[in-house]
């Protein structure tokens, strides 16, 4: 394989970090992001289900441990090259960053028929942490697939028919201290989730890998 990857935009739009060859049916996806804190996340799961009830909406609810904020995707790949992954968790170690708090007081609808949390305000403290990976990821072959901004927001479930019919809506505030960013595997078809690598926001030191 080439030391320095080059990047395609496959059939569904998606970017992807290519070496030999393209996948036209993808099993595997790269991404940085933030997990819902646990019992946050618990919490989450069952307001979710209350609020699919009561909306009248189908699909399939995000269980607990897969909630997350995205943060940067990496592309859809068939397999995950290893040259890839290595690459990614040497960027995800050169981010320095402090602990800090979100908070999420909307509920909308979002692309794609998800319906997520979101808030007013766009959350400023991720906006910066999350500008502090994008300066990481920029100066590296990852630049092509860092975009120009993000929109914060907790995926809790998929209905393309009837979700883009609900209207926003105020919540009562629901927010974390964010201690870690992580870099996941998702297994795609498969609502399966492999977390590659954890790195402590309060000490990079504590960066470490899931075996």
Same mark, same amino acid.
């Given at each position: 394989?080439?030391?320095?990857?080059?990047?395609?935009?496959?059939?569904?739009?998606?970017?992807?970090?290519?070496?030999?060859?393209?996948?036209?049916?993808?099993?595997?996806?790269?991404?940085?992001?933030?997990?819902?804190?646990?019992?946050?996340?618990?919490?989450?799961?069952?307001?979710? #289900? *209350?609020?699919?009830?009561?909306?009248?909406? +189908?699909?399939?609810?995000?269980?607990? +441990?897969?909630?997350?904020?995205?943060?940067?995707?990496?592309?859809?790949?068939?397999?995950?090259?290893?040259?890839?992954?290595?690459?990614?968790?040497?960027?995800?170690?050169?981010?320095?960053?402090?602990?800090?708090?979100?908070?999420?007081?909307?509920?909308?609808?979002?692309?794609?028929?998800? #319906?997520?949390?979101?808030?007013?305000? +766009?959350?400023? *403290?991720?906006? *910066?942490?999350?500008?502090?990976?994008?300066?990481?990821?920029?100066?590296?072959?990852?630049?092509?697939?860092?975009?120009?901004?993000?929109?914060?927001?907790?995926?809790?479930?998929?209905?393309? *028919?009837?979700?883009?019919?609900?209207?926003?809506?105020?919540?009562?505030?629901?927010?974390?201290?964010?201690?870690?960013?992580?870099?996941?595997?998702?297994?795609?078809?498969?609502?399966?989730?492999?977390?590659?690598?954890?790195?402590?926001?309060?000490?990079?030191?504590?960066?470490?890998?899931?075996?």
């Amino acid at each position: 394989m080439n030391e320095q990857p080059w990047f395609g935009i496959g059939r569904n739009g998606q970017a992807f970090f290519r070496w030999d060859h393209s996948s036209q049916d993808p099993t595997d996806r790269l991404f940085f992001a933030i997990l819902v804190e646990g019992t946050i996340a618990h919490m989450l799961a069952s307001r979710a #289900l *209350a609020w699919q009830r009561e909306l009248g909406l +189908g699909g399939k609810l995000i269980r607990a +441990g897969h909630l997350h904020i995205s943060l940067v995707m990496l592309g859809d790949h068939d397999g995950l090259p290893k040259p890839l992954v290595d690459a990614a968790c040497s960027a995800g170690s050169l981010v320095q960053a402090r602990a800090f708090d979100v908070s999420f007081d909307r509920l909308s609808p979002f692309g794609g028929g998800a #319906l997520v949390l979101r808030r007013s305000d +766009g959350v400023p *403290a991720l906006q *910066a942490f999350w500008q502090a990976l994008a300066a990481v990821l920029s100066d590296s072959s990852f630049k092509p697939l860092v975009g120009k901004s993000i929109e914060p927001h907790v995926t809790l479930l998929r209905d393309k *028919a009837r979700v883009p019919r609900v209207d926003e809506r105020p919540i009562e505030p629901i927010g974390w201290t964010v201690q870690e960013f992580v870099l996941i595997h998702s297994f795609l078809r498969q609502d399966r989730h492999q977390i590659i690598r954890r790195w402590q926001l309060n000490s990079q030191d504590d960066a470490h890998a899931v075996m």
